[in-house]
């Protein structure tokens, strides 16, 4: 399987900062990448997908960047409503494996 | 807009079955690509398979081959999953969602389901 590393783990920012989470598979799947955001109790929300395009609705300050095996997701100005857990998943190979997770938390 | 609703909150023991059913809002059930994926208590995401609701074909995760069988009902609009003998480490919220087309990602989720495995 292909496995999913995120970092950080945690994360402590100010509403108004520049975020960005890092995620690495363990070997290349080229842009078959998405980032969701979990809050507690809830299901996941897709954020991004195929690496760097945003899903319908979401706001412009997520971002997605990379291919092959690194990529990033950045929120360019923290807002209340952003503290939460961010997940990557590949969609490369049948496995579908997700990163481990991202707190962000208030600062 | 499309939405995904699961069956409720199921307890079970050790050794025994369950079955998390979830079903579509619309017409367009047939277009659907519906995986399942699970969440233990403070642990990642994890994907079990999925399942063609057009054409009925299934794939399943190495992790749970054996154990898990995933079906459809087209005439209901539901997409149903069954995870056999149960241990207590599947103690987990169940989630079905949908895969978008092409390179899209799990666009719609349902509301999850909560699974207790205890004695």
């Known amino acids: 399987d292909i496995q999913m590393t995120q970092s950080p783990s945690t994360l402590s920012a100010y509403v108004g900062d520049r975020v960005t989470i890092t995620c690495r598979a363990s070997?290349?799947?080229?842009?078959?990448l998405a980032w969701y955001q979990q809050k507690p109790g809830k299901a996941p929300k897709l954020l991004i997908y195929?690496?760097?395009d945003l899903e319908s609705g979401v706001p412009s300050r997520f971002s997605g960047s990379g291919s092959g095996t690194e990529f990033t997701l950045t929120i360019s100005s923290l807002q209340p409503d952003d503290f939460a857990t961010y997940y990557c998943?590949?969609?490369?190979?049948?496995?579908?494996?997700f990163g481990q997770g991202t707190k962000l938390e208030i600062k | 807009q499309v939405q995904l609703v699961q069956s409720g909150t199921e307890v079970k023991k050790p050794g025994a079955s369950v079955r998390v059913s979830c079903k579509t809002s619309?017409?367009?059930?047939?277009?659907?690509?519906i995986h399942w994926v699970r969440q233990a208590p403070g642990q990642r995401l994890e994907w079990m398979g999925w399942?063609?609701?057009?054409?009925?074909?299934?794939m399943y995760s190495e992790n749970f081959q054996g154990r898990v069988t995933i079906t459809r009902d087209t005439s209901a609009n539901t997409a149903s999953m069954e995870l056999r003998r149960l241990k207590p480490d599947d103690t987990a919220v169940y989630y079905c969602?949908?895969?978008?087309?092409?390179?899209?990602?799990?666009?719609?989720w349902g509301q999850g389901t909560m699974v207790t495995v205890s004695s």
């Open positions: 969602t949908n895969k978008g087309p092409g390179l899209h990602g799990f666009d719609v």
């Open positions: 619309g017409n367009i059930f047939s277009t659907f690509a």
């Open positions: 399942i063609n609701a057009g054409n009925g074909g299934t």
């Open positions: 070997q290349s799947i080229s842009s078959w």
């Open positions: 195929k690496a760097s």
């Open positions: 998943q590949q969609y490369h190979s049948y496995s579908y494996t």
